[in-house]
């Protein structure tokens, strides 16, 4: 969340272009967990251009002055319980072709009911 005095006065499309807002706009659509960017006129206790982390259950998680990616990148991970795992490739090295020098002779079930 954005603190903008302000927007409730001016016109969105005047305000969604300037200052802060395409910098927070373009973090926030980085950040490693689905986010939404809502613009604020006031919040109790933030000054103007203060940006909120909010969790889904309206908790505040963080508060910071200004656009700051990095910060607000590392805030995401906390919130979700740290980094993601790194992702492994998949490739045909991981999918087996079955070998010719399988054993041919069928097997036959050992569960008996």
Known sequence: MLVAPGT?????????????????????????????LLVAEGYPGAAAHTV????????????????????????????RGGSPEPVRETGTELVKEPSEKADPAPREASAKR
Request: with cysteine.
């Open 52 to 79: 909120l982390v909010v969790r889904p259950d309206g908790h505040l998680v963080a508060a910071m002055s200004g656009v700051r990616p990095a910060e607000l990148y590392a805030c995401a991970d906390a919130v």
């Open 8 to 36: 409730g006065v001016w016109e969105r499309r005047h305000w969604l272009g300037a200052g802060l807002m395409p910098g927070l706009a373009a973090a926030v659509g980085t950040l490693p967990v689905r986010a939404e």
